[in-house]
Every structure is written in structure tokens, then in C-alpha cells.
């Protein structure tokens, strides 16, 4: 689950990590009442769960209280449109407006979960800001990584190593240290996956302080924790993805054209890399689950053809501990329920494979089967292709 800056920051700040003084503006003239705070020089930052604000005109300057006010009318349901967001973009519907601080030099900072080291992991940088990712990619040397282990926690001598790898100044060693201990404790006791603040900056009164910063959780842990779920803002996240989570569909929106269906998550992975072969792209991951019924079925239709980018559907299944038969019943029926415009091809296998393709070959339906995975990717594909050339 992810959350905004401002909350992130609340967070942050309740650990004691340092950030800017901000308050939240859902209205012009929250904006200007919060920056006339400020003595009316302030930072105005659209808040929307996706990264590249900056440079797709999410985050403004503001000299005065009323430019402020001038800026938040702009902003205030606005389409921000970055790489993360897609063509779509995202509407901005709350802004953070924050005091304006004096930038020495920025850093980058996160702590997450390494799994292939089975411990968590600071990474750290001399460049920070909004080229970062570029950073990582043209420049791998700049990028710092220091191991924690859960028996230790983060030691002084950590905080070290990463500040001699930045070239943070060595008066700033101990409050490092103790932004290092406090994130870490932030991530342990909020199930956190996630904790990036980018910018680090040193001011130009000499300390450090978080002016940007991101945190996404573990959605497992969230019935645990009700104060981190209440964070939650529905109307940044794909609605497509929302009602998967009723039928208990794990569904993630991608930009392809071909619709997946698939039980289990393995074979998930796989049928999207065979779209990928064929030279198509999937337009979502969706795991039915091993149980999955007919009203499950019927639910992961209706989330796939709401998706208009969706050109083709491909059902994938394999039949172990429930049956071709019974998950071919389950489709034909899903099938009749629901206005399906688009070619959908079917791939069974597994238990009473032949009693389902039976099933579907007398249904009356116009559902094409495929005898492979291969095969199957291949219909689509061509089915795609043959559709935009038409």
C-alpha cells in the first residue's frame, strides 16, 4: 500500500526523522493560508502516489501567499501525467504546502527489504533529486548499499560506511546516524516495504532533512494495523484493482492489450512472458487462485473488460485441485452473464481436461481453445494484431 507525502512525512516526523513544516491545502485558500504561515514564500506539491512530480509540473514555487493561492487553482485538478503514471496520469486533488528551506547539497537515501540477502538494506547516494534513476542506471559507482541484520540493528559503524561512501561532512555523522536508527525502527514497527526519502538535503543551516519522502507497506499486515490502513486513499489506486480485492482476484493493472486470466501466480508469470515472446504485451496480472467459482470467474471478466485497452482475453487454467469441468462450467456461465466484445481463447489442462473442453465446444459460445500455452499466446496475438490492422 502506498501512501502521500505529507503522510509519509507525518510519519516520519512522529519518529523524529527531520522535515519541513507543511500543512495539507484542499482549497486555494488553504493553500494561501498555509504559505501566508510560512511569511509567504512556501512550496506547493501535488499530492498523487507516483514519482516525477517535479519535472511534469506537480511541484511550484511560491514567493508570496497569493502566488501561492494562484498556484494551487492551477494544480487543484490537474491531470499529472510522469513514466509512472502512464497516458492516463493521475488528478491531483489535495496539495502539501511547505516551508521553503536553503539546499546545500542533496542526497538519497532508502531502506527496504533485500531478499536476496534475507536482511533489510540502506542504499544511499551523493545524487539525489529527480535524475536518480538515471543515476542508478549510467552511474552504478555512486550508489552506496549497507547490509542490516535484524540480530544487530543499525550501528554506528553502519551510518559510517554509508556516510564515508557519500561524502556526507563529519559533523553531520551523528545526526545521520540517528536518521538511520529511527528509520529503521519506523520500518520494523509499521510493516513497512518501503522507506525513501529523495531528497536528503543538507541545509544551509547545516543539518539534514527529509524534503521529499515515500512509504509503501506490506498489504498483508494491514488487518494488523488499522492506523497505517486508515491511510489508505481509494481514489489513487485503480479502480480495477479495488474490485479484484472484493473477490479476493489478485489483479495488477499493466498498459498491454492482451486480458489474462490465470490460476496461480507461477503460471501468471508465465503466460505473461509467452505474451511477451509473441511480441504482444499483457494488459494485467490476474490470479483467480486455485478455488476459483463462478462468481469469481464472472468478477474477473467483468474487471478485464472494463479495462479499454483490453483487445483479446486469454484463460489459462490448470485443473488439479479444482477440475477442468468444474472451471470450464464456471466460464461458460461467467461467459453468459457478461457482454464479452472481445475474442477470448481458452487453454485447458489438468483433471477431466477433455470433459472441459467438451464443455466449452458445446456452450454455444464463440470461445476459441488453444492446445498449448504456446498456442494459445499465439491466437491472441494474431487476433490483436489482425484487429489493428483492420
Known amino acids: 500500500m502506498n501512501i502521500h507525502e505529507y503522510q509519509a512525512k507525518e510519519?516520519?516526523?512522529?519518529?523524529?526523522?527531520?522535515?519541513?513544516?507543511?500543512?495539507?491545502?484542499?482549497?486555494?485558500?488553504?493553500?494561501?493560508?498555509?504559505?501566508?504561515?510560512?511569511?509567504?514564500?512556501?512550496?506547493?506539491?501535488?499530492?498523487?502516489?507516483?514519482?516525477?512530480?517535479?519535472?511534469?509540473?506537480?511541484?511550484?514555487?511560491?514567493?508570496?501567499?497569493?502566488?501561492?493561492?494562484?498556484?494551487?487553482?492551477?494544480?487543484i485538478g490537474m491531470k499529472l501525467i510522469t513514466p509512472q503514471t502512464g497516458a492516463d496520469g493521475k488528478t491531483v486533488r489535495k496539495l502539501y504546502v511547505t516551508e521553503m528551506i536553503g539546499i546545500k547539497k542533496e542526497y538519497y537515501l532508502s531502506l527496504l527489504t533485500d531478499s536476496a540477502n534475507a536482511c533489510l538494506s540502506f542504499i544511499a547516494s551523493s545524487e539525489g533529486g529527480t535524475e536518480i534513476e538515471k543515476v542508478s542506471a549510467e552511474h552504478p559507482e555512486k550508489i552506496a548499499r549497507e547490509q542490516v541484520s535484524a540480530e544487530v540493528g543499525v550501528k554506528g559503524y553502519t551510518a559510517r560506511l554509508l556516510a564515508k561512501k557519500i561524502g556526507l561532512p563529519e559533523e553531520n555523522l551523528r545526526e545521520f546516524t540517528q536518521i538511520l536508527?529511527?528509520?529503521?525502527?519506523?520500518?520494523?514497527?509499521?510493516?513497512?516495504?518501503?522507506?525513501?526519502?529523495?531528497?536528503?538535503?543538507?541545509?544551509?543551516?547545516?543539518?539534514?532533512?527529509?524534503?521529499?519522502?515515500?512509504?509503501?507497506?506490506?498489504?498483508?499486515?494491514?488487518?494488523?494495523?488499522?492506523?497505517?490502513?486508515?491511510?489508505?486513499?481509494?481514489?489513487?489506486?485503480?479502480?480495477?484493482?479495488?474490485?479484484?480485492?472484493?473477490?479476493?482476484?489478485?489483479?495488477?493493472?499493466?498498459?498491454?492489450?492482451?486480458?489474462?486470466?490465470?490460476?496461480?501466480?507461477?503460471?501468471?508469470?508465465?503466460?505473461?512472458?509467452?505474451?511477451?515472446?509473441?511480441?504482444?504485451?499483457?494488459?494485467?496480472?490476474?490470479?483467480?487462485?486455485?478455488?476459483?467459482?463462478?462468481e469469481k470467474i464472472t468478477a474477473a471478466f467483468g474487471i478485464l473488460l472494463s479495462d479499454r485497452h483490453v483487445k483479446a482475453i486469454l484463460v489459462n487454467v490448470f485443473g488439479g485441485i479444482m477440475k477442468c469441468d468444474i472451471i470450464a462450467s464456471g466460464i461458460v456461465a461467467a461467459a453468459k452473464k457478461t457482454a464479452i466484445g472481445v475474442p477470448v481463447v481458452v487453454r485447458l489442462e489438468g483433471t477431466n481436461v477433455e470433459k472441459g473442453k467438451e464443455i466449452l465446444r458445446e456452450s454455444g459460445l464463440s470461445l476459441i481453445s488453444a492446445d498449448d500455452l504456446g498456442d494459445a499466446a499465439r491466437k491472441c496475438v494474431a487476433l490483436v494484431k489482425a484487429g489493428e490492422e483492420a
Not at 488499522?226 to 472484493?246: C, G, M, Q, V
Request: hydrophobic share 40%.
Open 181 to 294: 536508527q529511527k528509520l529503521y525502527r519506523c520500518y520494523l514497527e509499521n510493516d513497512c516495504t518501503l522507506i525513501e526519502i529523495n531528497p536528503l538535503v543538507l541545509t544551509d543551516k547545516e543539518g539534514l532533512s527529509a524534503l521529499d519522502a515515500k512509504i509503501t507497506f506490506d498489504d498483508n499486515a494491514l488487518p494488523r494495523r488499522p492506523e497505517i490502513a486508515a491511510l489508505r486513499d481509494e481514489l489513487e489506486e485503480d479502480p480495477k484493482e479495488i474490485e479484484a480485492e472484493k473477490y479476493g482476484l489478485n489483479y495488477i493493472a499493466l498498459d498491454g492489450s492482451i486480458g489474462c486470466m490465470v490460476n496461480g501466480a507461477g503460471l501468471a508469470m508465465a503466460t505473461m512472458d509467452i505474451i511477451k515472446h509473441f511480441g504482444a504485451s499483457p494488459a494485467n496480472f490476474l490470479d483467480v487462485g486455485g478455488s476459483a467459482n463462478e
Open 11 to 75: 510519519l516520519l516526523a512522529a519518529y523524529g526523522v527531520p522535515v519541513p513544516a507543511g500543512k495539507l491545502a484542499l482549497t486555494p485558500k488553504e493553500a494561501y493560508e498555509a504559505a501566508k504561515g510560512f511569511g509567504g514564500k512556501a512550496v506547493v506539491k501535488a499530492q498523487a502516489h507516483c514519482g516525477g512530480r517535479g519535472k511534469a509540473g506537480g511541484v511550484k514555487l511560491a514567493r508570496t501567499a497569493e502566488e501561492a493561492k494562484e498556484l494551487a487553482k492551477k494544480m
